[in-house]
């Protein structure tokens, strides 16, 4: 156990609609990444947030948005989902900022599935 | 970008015998290189990572090496068991650029490590 928590474990929604994914990280973390795991683009880096600020970008779409709140868990939003938005969703935690690398904790996951 | 090329995407071995794995990336400013192992339903739980002023680095079976010249690093089992059968990603993090640039992980594709009995 990682000690990062992620809810739900399993989403089932339709196309066009909007889901919230979230995430608590371990104790003591401030920052807090989100991943998505598909077959075809294998595992990638959406966003990162640090102590309540955005703080780096990856391949995250503008239908997708995030953030952390005052407690430090993190909320990701998934708007206008389309047939291929359907992945695993994880949460990732570290102790600081990662300049240079942060040692990366993942949580189990939430696997979305887009009817 | 970095980009991370990871081989083999399927490795047998028998049970006791030595696993490699191997990784190649693009950015030399690369400097954290984690590996994570993730089993069927579960998140990527991290194994082992190196950083680029190490040129080795071992736990108990498990060990990591980084030649950071050719821009590779290489994970090695030994005495593998059937609970090291797996999925195993490797990872490349670059330095934080102020003003932007990720501080996320870009992984390699993943390798299937099936130890047969």
């Known amino acids: 156990d990682s000690g990062v928590t992620q809810t739900p474990k399993h989403l089932i929604t339709a196309t066009g609609q909007r889901v919230t994914l979230r995430c608590s990280p371990r104790?003591?973390?401030?920052?807090v990444y989100w991943y998505q795991q598909s077959l075809d683009q294998g595992l990638q880096f959406l966003i990162q947030?640090?102590?309540?600020?955005?703080?780096a970008k990856g391949n995250i779409l503008e239908r997708f948005s995030a953030q952390q709140f005052p407690d430090l868990h993190s909320e990701l939003n998934l708007s206008s989902l389309e047939l291929g938005d359907s992945a695993l969703y994880f949460c990732?935690?570290?102790?600081?900022?990662?300049?240079?690398?942060?040692?990366?904790?993942f949580g189990p996951g939430t696997r979305l599935t887009v009817l | 970008g970095e980009n991370v090329e990871q081989h083999p995407s399927t490795l047998s071995v028998q049970e006791g015998d030595s696993a490699v794995i191997k990784c190649t990336y693009s950015d030399s400013a690369s400097n954290y290189f984690p590996w994570y192992k993730q089993e069927l339903g579960k998140g990527p739980q991290l194994i082992i990572d190196?950083?680029?002023?190490?040129g080795e680095k071992k736990d108990q079976r498990i060990a990591v090496t980084l030649n950071k010249t050719a821009k590779h690093f290489s994970l090695h089992i030994t005495e593998t068991q059937p609970e090291d059968s797996a999925v195993y990603f490797c990872?490349?993090?670059?330095?934080?650029?102020?003003?932007?640039?990720?501080?996320?992980?870009?992984f390699g594709k993943g390798t299937h490590l099936i130890i047969q009995p």
């Open positions: 990872a490349a993090s670059p330095p934080h650029h102020s003003g932007g640039g990720a501080d996320g992980l870009t």
């Open positions: 190196i950083r680029s002023n190490v």
């Open positions: 947030y640090y102590n309540g600020e955005e703080r």
């Open positions: 990732a935690s570290s102790v600081g900022a990662a300049a240079g690398g942060d040692t990366q904790y």
């Open positions: 104790s003591g973390d401030l920052s």
